[in-house]
């Protein structure tokens, strides 16, 4: 099974919110430590379609915050 | 699958890919109806990291520090994070004085406890630098160093009639931050990691997403719950807030008050 089967399986992926291509080849390189990590605090990689839509009109002036 | 993908380019995708609930989260905030009045709640919750910084960024530090003699990319780390801590200092007070501008003293902000998830965000990456490997940091710094451009935070100041003075530690962020999350990346694609330091990396920047999405989670709560009599005097309203002369005619007529109670006895 592949880490975007896995994480679909895990309802982390939103079957109808696909991943692009180049996010596929990402995920599917994940290593199991890895993956392990995304369960575990239930990342939601389908919700990235709202962070993308932001990103394209002009959300990436939000930033995320600073240290 | 063989990966053709650099160090920071694959730490950037899986931030963004995991980042989908915190973007929601950070527009959700930027576009509350009353941020004019809430903005210094966000400042506060903002100190609780900040002040946080340089001696966690530190800790890092003296970690990658102690492995530095086996250990390659603990030897190239322990410099990096003991300039990048000292280049954080003092950035607290800034954040006390824009709360200041606001009409919140250090006494009042100091006297609050933080938010549990600012605790669990900063708590997390002392275990990780102690107790697993300090390369975590990277992972936390990848995920927080991501400052708001400089016209954006104009723009909101003058939308929600907010003094621009009290947008200071997140203007100079952006301003003298202007390519440093290039500069940032540029580093990462200079280190080698092993698998294990990889996982180690990518686990921090996971978690960090998660927890600063629960600190703006924590953020929005305390905004529903302005109202709410009980909770009113513990969080910080810009609106509420009572100038100098407001503040004397008050402390005036609670003392007429007073007086005339005082007469009828």
Do not use: C
């Not at chain 1, 995920?27 to 839509?53: H, M, P, T, Y």
């Not at chain 2, 997403?209 to 109202?227: C, G, P, Q």
Request: proline share 4%; charged share 20%.
């Amino acid at each position: 099974m592949t880490n975007v089967e896995q994480l679909q399986q895990a309802g982390l992926i939103q079957t109808h919110n696909p991943l692009t291509p180049e996010e596929v080849e990402t995920v599917n390189a994940l290593s199991s430590a890895e993956v392990e990590a995304l369960i575990s605090v239930k990342a939601k990689l389908g919700d990235s379609f709202f962070q993308r839509k932001v990103k394209d009109g002009d959300g990436h002036r939000l930033g995320t915050l600073l240290v | 699958m063989e990966e053709t993908s650099t160090n920071s380019q694959r730490l950037r995708t899986i931030i963004a890919l995991t980042s989908g609930g915190l973007t929601a989260r950070i527009h959700e905030f930027w576009t509350h109806p009353r941020l004019g009045d809430l903005y210094p709640e966000f400042l506060f919750g903002l100190y609780g990291i900040v002040v946080a910084s340089t001696p966690l960024i530190r800790h890092a530090g003296v970690e990658a520090e102690k492995l530095a003699s086996a250990d390659p990319l603990a030897r190239l780390l322990a410099p990096y994070l003991q300039e990048h801590a000292e280049e954080e200092t003092g950035h607290e007070e800034w954040l006390l004085e824009d709360l200041a501008t606001l009409g919140f003293g250090r006494e009042q902000v100091l006297h609050r406890l933080p938010y549990t998830s600012v605790s669990s965000l900063v708590g997390s990456q002392y275990y990780l630098a102690a107790h697993v490997h300090p390369v975590a940091m990277l992972g936390y710094l990848a995920v927080l160093e991501n400052p708001a451009a400089p016209e954006f935070l104009e723009e909101v100041a003058h939308r929600n009639h907010l003094p621009i003075e009290s947008f200071s530690t997140l203007l100079k962020h952006a301003r003298l931050d202007v390519g440093h999350v290039a500069e940032f990346d540029h580093m990462l694609d200079t280190l080698q990691f092993t698998q294990k330091q990889r996982d180690i990396m990518t686990m921090s920047a996971i978690s960090s997403v998660s927890y600063l999405e629960a600190f703006f989670e924590e953020v929005l709560e305390h905004f529903n719950r302005a109202d709410d009599e009980h909770w009113a005097n513990s969080i910080f309203h810009y609106g509420s807030r009572q100038s100098p002369i407001q503040a004397s005619r008050a402390e005036a007529l609670r003392a007429n008050e007073a007086a005339g109670q005082l007469a009828l006895k």
